[in-house]
């Protein structure tokens, strides 16, 4: 989520997609605080040793965080998913191509 020049960052993986397991992703308590103009490649949470003060400085975007995703949720109230979640099998997609489904 941004917020003028400050990305929150509510969500983070773990390792990397490339991997024989994938990427882990995991949920945050607090989200992270990046300013993306003094730190564009959002380094400082890990490589930072004031991190954690610019952090306390910048809790004041979390309440504007909160209104931001509180209107995108309702969103989902007056325009519903079109699609149904599901997950991509092998077996699933040649036998739809074996039926002509695609057609």
């Known amino acids: 989520m941004v ?8 969500t983070e993986s773990a390792g990397s997609s490339i991997e024989q397991n994938g990427a ?3 949920d945050r308590l607090l989200p992270l605080v990046v300013n993306s103009r003094q730190d564009p490649f959002g380094c400082a949470p890990f ?7 610019f952090q306390a400085d910048k809790l004041w975007t979390l309440i ?16 519903p998913p079109s699609q149904r979640v599901g997950s991509m099998q092998l077996d699933q997609v040649m036998e739809q191509l074996q039926s002509g489904a695609g057609k």
């Open 47 to 53: 490589e930072s040793d004031f991190y954690r003060r």
């Open 64 to 79: 504007p965080a909160h209104a931001i995703a509180g209107q995108f949720i309702q969103s989902f109230k007056e325009y």
């Open 3 to 10: 917020i003028a020049h400050f990305d929150l960052l509510l």
């Open 24 to 26: 882990r992703r995991f």
